[in-house]
């Protein structure tokens, strides 16, 4: 069993150290709101999990480090610090877990390579639920040998730990991945707005939708925010758009065009404005007469 720190305890990072915990590793969790790492762990075994005061302290003497914050900006601040430079200690692989963009794994796998720590850029695909069931997949990208060193925690989470290629490549994947996510989010709602328009329930039409051929699995586990809006938030929109702005200013650098996404994007950041950023991405469907024109 391996010592690990865990910085960020949001719903996927608090739901992490859980599994990590249960799954019989040492853990050590920080988060900037102390009350959320406390809450994080509180229904853990005794002794399992331990909150710390700093990212510092909680990553000496960690052999895996676990960071899952909600940008990528969060995540250079914390991981890059001179203070956490000096408590990891060599041998030590950081797997960024977030989705953080290409830039920044480039800067951390420079940054953290250049004192000596391993990196992995590792962002995931799945929700909260997946954590718990342990399902997620892992995109990790770099060195090899680190990702075996790190695979047996994340395996504590993870059904599947696929290396996409160098660091910066997860970040690349995630991002292809989630074009497609928030895409089928925007679309999924045009239509409920579509069939409701033309007289059909939400529920009926998001009967048909779940049993034809665009019934995938983000329509499938998405149904209850999609038709009740007090369902508790899963991802927010104003982390939506966080998403679509990395995908846009990369397909932007590489010369890809993505109308369908900066579409998206337009009615997201419209609904953001509107004052639904906090609010789950399905509340776009929700979001109705204010859209941009094409």
């Not at 969060?74 to 203070?83: G, N, P, S």
């Not at 707005?193 to 059909?200: D, K």
Request: hydrophobic share 55%; glycine share 8%.
């Amino acid at each position: 069993m391996a010592d690990v720190a865990v910085l960020g305890t949001g719903r996927m990072g608090a739901a992490m150290a859980r599994r990590v915990a249960l799954a019989g590793h040492r853990v050590r969790v920080w988060n900037r709101t102390a009350a959320a790492a406390q809450a994080a762990i509180q229904a853990l075994p005794a002794g399992s999990a331990t909150v710390v005061a700093s990212p510092a302290a909680a990553v000496r003497g960690a052999e895996v480090v676990l960071s899952m914050f909600a940008d990528g900006m969060v995540t250079r601040t914390v991981l890059l610090d001179i203070e956490v430079l000096a408590a990891l200690g060599p041998g030590a692989v950081v797997c960024d877990l977030a989705t953080s963009g290409v830039a920044a794994a480039r800067e951390l796998a420079a940054g953290l390579g250049a004192a000596g720590v391993g990196f992995i850029d590792a962002p995931v695909s799945g929700s909260v639920p997946s954590v718990e069931a342990g399902t997620l997949l892992v995109m990790a990208s770099g060195d090899s040998a680190a990702i075996e060193t790190a695979r047996p925690v994340l395996e504590s989470f993870a059904r599947a730990i696929l290396r996409v290629g160098d660091a910066g490549s997860g970040q690349a994947m995630k991002l292809a991945v989630n074009l497609v996510v928030h895409d089928l989010n925007a679309a999924v709602s045009e239509a409920l707005v579509l069939a409701e328009h033309a007289g059909i329930s939400r529920e009926s039409a998001y009967d048909v939708l779940a049993a034809s051929v665009v019934g995938a699995p983000f329509v499938q586990y998405k149904r209850a925010a999609f038709l009740d809006p007090g369902t508790p938030v899963a991802m927010s929109l104003d982390l939506v758009l966080k998403d679509l702005t990395l995908i846009t200013v990369l397909a932007g650098e590489l010369e890809v065009p993505t109308q369908v996404t900066r579409s998206a994007r337009a009615w997201v950041e419209a609904a953001c404005r509107a004052g639904l950023g906090a609010q789950d991405m399905a509340a776009l469907s929700r979001f109705r007469d204010e859209r941009p024109a094409s």
